[in-house]
């Protein structure tokens, strides 16, 4: 069976502090991997795409970067941390090719930025 | 951006009756619809999804349906439970981007 983890579970970080999100996927080769972003209340919001290692696809421009150093790791970061950076950051995963399958999220990190 | 429109933004039911939530898109190369149920503090979890190459969809008190034509999907929870209350998402995908929808909060009284 396949397991999805985020590290941290929580963060509260200073503005214009740095910030590093991780995930990883266990049992599953090759998945396709997404970061999303939801805000307090709010719907979810597409920040980056994965489908192989070393490639990763922008959604939207939030002062956000994204990595994928390992086949089943992703990571999220940004240098200077802004107020609007706060909210719930989601990894999420799927199987397949060409996408449009379902994906799985993971449990999320609360990221709060003071 | 596209966008997808759901409503209602709020739902108020009694147990035991039904529940409709509707979605409308924009994006015609939009080819899975699935819908997600996230309970406060947790990730959302898929409850039921279609592909275009259907129209309708059963599954455990769940019933989604598909019109393409009018680019409108929507999910029917019937015998509603307490259980149910949540936040749902529908949301579109066409290839590896995803399009969610503003969410609905389901309330079901006893």
């Known amino acids: 069976a396949q397991t999805i983890h985020q590290w941290p579970v929580a963060e509260i970080k200073a503005v214009g502090s740095p910030l590093s999100l991780g995930c990883t996927i266990k049992g599953k080769s090759s998945p396709n991997l997404y970061w999303y972003w939801q805000a307090t209340g709010g719907t979810l919001q597409q920040l980056f795409y994965s489908i192989t290692v070393g490639q990763v696809e922008s959604v939207v421009q939030l002062n956000l970067s994204a990595s994928r150093p390992k086949d089943d790791q992703f990571i999220l970061s940004t240098e200077k941390l802004l107020l609007s950076h706060s909210g719930f950051y989601l990894c999420a995963w799927s199987p397949g090719t060409g996408g449009s399958y379902e994906q799985y999220f993971g449990p999320g990190t609360r990221l709060t930025v003071l | 951006g596209e966008q997808v429109e759901q409503l209602p933004s709020i739902l108020r039911v009694q147990e035991g009756s039904s529940a409709s939530i509707n979605c409308t898109y924009e994006n015609s190369a939009s080819n899975y619809f699935p819908w997600y149920k996230q309970e406060p503090g947790e990730n959302p979890k898929l409850i039921i999804d279609?592909?275009?190459?259907?129209e309708r969809k059963q599954t455990q008190g769940l019933i989604v349906l598909l019109d393409k034509k009018a680019k409108r999907f929507s999910l029917h929870i019937t015998d509603t439970q307490p259980g149910d209350s949540a936040m749902y998402f529908c949301?579109?995908?066409?290839?590896?981007?995803?399009?969610f929808g503003s969410g609905t909060r389901l309330l079901v009284s006893p």
């Open positions: 949301a579109t995908t066409g290839g590896y981007k995803v399009v």
């Open positions: 279609i592909r275009s190459n259907m």
